[in-house]
């Protein structure tokens, strides 16, 4: 049987490559920004919808699992009422909408790390709390990409939902050996852009950090005054990431969606230069003939504001097994919640009405 589901805030398409590398089917998507739009309509042929909030959710087709990568709003009041209260005013809200209507059997989400201690907890609790009175049994993990065979120290906030009694168990994904950044570099490019000897500076005997990053140096550029401490003036050029440079014998850090120029620099085989776009891309388990329009710019941010398929695609095949694998999940005792959002002052004509 072919699992269907629909990709809300769909970017240029990490989360649908990952689905469908395990054999889903994605049936409807949606994305508000005009340029990841049209990267996702050259390489799926389906142009999203656009403003998830401007969705007539009875149009969409009936699906098995909801995915989004949702951004992460100020919950004004969170965690002070129960239901549809909470989340008003929050793009959570029209998740939780298409949820309660076409009740699918999984619900996938992702943010950032720092989501768990957003509104100190509240906004976390929130989220999960609605998604329990809608009948979901919820589980959530911090993953980091490094785990799953890529070089890159990225840390994303994963929930998943079951609409019934099981949870999803982050513990039985398959983690991978750390690879180095030297593995997913391109043998020559005649986009390679090297730093002169005299533009950086590398230290010595660098050391490679838990996370796998090795910190080698940094561009020598003009030194920040204000507030620094005594002879500590050479720091003020690695405070900013674009200053940094890391060792290919390491991983990489986070790729960074407020990084238009593409500054991310490596020290590989002896010289310092930039990563290309391609391996930005790499990084984040993209393959080569993925295709890539408009400006350097904006495909930069889009790729940090990605998600890393090689973890999308081992969460998808642990949610076929765990959540749609009828002998793996006979054994747990089945009995779906009967609760309901009207129970907490939600209107539910109101509701399908607004959409």
């Known amino acids: ?52 909030r401007e969705i007539n959710i009875k149009t969409i087709p009936n699906f098995d699992i909801l995915l989004g990568g949702f951004p992460c709003q100020p919950f004004s009041i969170a965690g002070e009422k129960k239901g549809f209260n909470d ?7 029209d998740i939780a909408k298409i949820l309660e209507y076409h009740k699918p059997k999984v619900v996938v989400l992702e943010n950032v790390k720092h989501f768990k201690n957003h509104d100190q907890g509240k906004t976390l609790n929130t989220i999960l709390n ?22 890159q120290n990225r840390e994303r906030t994963i929930i998943i939902g079951y609409l ?3 949870e999803f168990d982050f513990n039985k994904l398959n983690t991978v050996k750390q690879t180095k950044l030297k593995d997913i570099l ?15 500076t590398l230290i010595k005997n660098p050391k490679q950090q838990v996370s ?31 200053n940094r440079i890391y060792s290919s014998q390491g991983t990489h850090p986070t790729l960074s969606s407020q990084e238009s120029a593409g500054r991310y620099y490596i020290l590989h085989k002896g010289k310092v230069r930039k990563l290309t776009l391609k391996e930005c891309y790499r990084l984040m388990g993209f393959p080569d003939d993925f295709k890539l329009i408009g400006s350097k710019g904006k495909l930069y941010n889009r790729v940090g504001n990605s998600i890393v398929i090689p973890m999308v ?17 006979l054994k747990y005792l089945f009995k779906p919640k009967q609760m309901s959002l009207l129970d907490y002052g939600s209107p539910f004509d109101s509701i399908l009405g607004s959409s």
């Open 1 to 52: 049987m072919i699992y269907k589901f629909i990709d809300l805030f769909a970017g240029i398409g990490g989360f649908r490559l990952g689905f469908e590398k395990v054999g889903f089917q994605c049936i409807f998507s949606s994305e508000i920004d005009a340029h990841p739009r049209e990267i996702y309509f050259n390489n799926f042929g389906e142009l999203p919808f656009g403003d998830i």
């Open 87 to 93: 989340i008003r005013g929050t793009l959570f809200f």
């Open 130 to 151: 609605t998604l329990n009175n809608l009948g979901y049994t919820t589980n959530w993990a911090l993953l980091n990409a490094i785990d799953f065979g890529v070089p």
């Open 164 to 166: 019934g009694d099981i």
């Open 186 to 200: 391109e043998d020559d490019s005649e986009e390679f852009e090297y730093l002169k000897e005299d533009e950086y």
């Open 212 to 242: 796998g990053l090795i910190f080698a140096g940094y561009r020598n550029k003009n030194i920040r005054i204000n507030g620094i401490r005594p002879n500590t003036k050479h720091l003020s050029r690695v405070h900013k990431q674009p």
């Open 313 to 329: 695609e081992e969460i998808a095949k642990q949610v076929e097994k765990q959540l749609f694998n009828t002998d793996y999940t």
